[in-house]
């Protein structure tokens, strides 16, 4: 575990330069195949590039909108560095409007954008791992299992080193190149069906996960929904591929 | 058309095997209402320590039980620790009456008393000044940087850690709003 990487002075939040490299990285491979999905390099990475910096701006002024008060006091401390004061769900939501509004302006199609960028989703679960691992976070429930490790006071399961491994996993089944999967779409969709599984099977190992009703499991319960919604999907599209004689590989 | 009947009840059968791995593997209610071991982060309860104030009293965290705490693990020469006392400082005010406590523990293995006790006097601090002379609670909260901040609850529960700094005062404000359940 390493939360905090120092250089001299200065004291780097690893976890969060992982995720950044996962950014980064995940990107420039989808970009790299994105003519396999028949969808454009460039406007692949403008398009997540956009994301990326709207949704980054959004996280901050969404958590402003929520905490007026506290800034309306301190109206500088929007532009300060701290992490904590970003709100994830409002960079995610926003980022994917502007993304959605860049894609249909350029007349990108949505199922061939969701394959090509597939492989930069697997990375950024790889690197979610790892960054789990460096935080500490995500750590495993307690177990007498001969793999486990000690850490906060227990023999817990190695949580995060499951989570890299079947990230790994994924990201090997999903390489691009490796999987020409008929009709578009249904290649991000197993990925979603893939991971929406791992995360609901590996869950349960965790000693930190957010509890509700029944002792049950909450990201279990959203990975549960996803993975129903990935296998429909996945369904439909294939299906009405299968409908219309002819139809290519790439079609959407 | 068989194809794709086969390949509903395949789908069909994965979620009902899930549904039963998230009943299988829900936590038993008994161990979600048990008390949290000690350990200095997030979601656990915060270790114990008592230590003697720049004025020679005695401050031990288990007493601040029903008070929002946060603690702050500091030396005086460290930049980004400078930088976020006002804020600290500022907070404290705002929220003391409403029953907020701000414990700074000087890392005075790394520091000297007289330095601390200087910097709480430069920068006007009213809430207490501990010193770590031995290290024991930089060892105990695992210290990694300077300046580290935990948010404890009124169960003596870490809500939050913050690596490094400094700390912008809105991050405190709402932090300690929320601790407190107090409305901004």
């Known amino acids: ?252 | 058309m068989l194809k794709l009947d086969r390949k509903k009840w395949v789908a069909v059968f994965i979620l009902l095997v899930g549904l039963t791995w998230i009943w299988l593997s829900r936590v038993p209610p008994g161990t979600i209402t048990a008390s949290k071991p000690e350990q200095p982060r997030q979601g656990f309860s915060a270790p114990r320590f008592a230590l003697a104030t720049t004025r020679g009293d005695v401050i031990a965290l288990e007493d601040l039980r029903g008070k929002a705490v946060i603690i702050n693990l500091w030396t005086s020469w460290c930049p980004p620790c400078r930088a976020e006392m006002p804020a600290l400082q500022n907070v404290y005010e705002l929220y003391k009456e409403d029953g907020l406590e701000i414990l700074a523990v000087n890392s005075t293995i790394q520091d000297t008393p007289d330095a601390a006790q200087a910097f709480a006097e430069e920068y006007g601090l009213s809430f207490p000044i501990l010193l770590d002379m031995d290290g024991a609670v930089s060892e105990l909260y695992q210290l990694k940087s300077l300046p580290t901040t935990y948010f404890v609850d009124q169960q003596g529960d870490i809500r939050e850690v913050v690596l490094g700094g400094p700390m912008a005062e809105a991050l405190l404000l709402v932090r300690v709003q929320q601790l407190l359940g107090v409305q901004p």
């Not at chain 1, 001969?146 to 023999?155: C, H, L, Q, S, T």
């Open chain 1, 1 to 252: 575990m390493m939360p905090i990487l120092q250089v001299g002075p200065v004291a780097i939040p690893l976890p969060a330069i992982l995720i950044l490299l996962g950014i980064w990285l995940g990107i420039s491979l989808a970009e790299r195949h994105a003519h396999h999905y028949t969808t454009d390099p460039d406007q692949l990475f403008n398009m997540a590039l956009i994301a990326l910096v709207s949704g980054v701006i959004a996280a901050r002024l969404t958590y402003v909108a929520r905490f007026p008060s506290a800034f309306s006091q301190n109206p500088l401390d929007i532009f300060s560095r701290n992490l904590g004061l970003f709100d994830p769900i409002g960079g995610l939501v926003f980022g994917t409007i502007i993304a959605t509004i860049y894609a249909q302006r350029k007349g990108m199609r949505l199922w061939p954008t969701l394959d090509a960028l597939t492989p930069a989703f697997a990375v950024l679960a790889l690197a979610y791992g790892f960054a789990h691992l460096a935080s500490g976070e995500a750590f495993g429930a307690a177990t007498s299992l001969p793999w486990g490790v000690e850490w906060w006071n227990a023999r817990r399961h190695p949580s995060q080193i499951y989570e890299i491994f079947g990230a790994a996993l994924i990201l090997f089944i999903f390489l691009p190149g490796r999987r020409n999967i008929a009709p578009s779409g249904v290649y991000f969709l197993y990925f979603v069906c893939l991971t929406s599984g791992l995360r609901l099977f590996l869950e349960a190992f965790r000693g930190d996960s957010p509890i509700t009703i029944w002792g049950l499991r909450v990201p279990q319960i959203v990975a549960w929904v996803l993975l129903a919604a990935g296998l429909w999907l996945a369904a439909k599209r294939a299906g009405s591929h299968s409908s219309i004689p002819g139809t290519s590989s790439q079609e959407n």
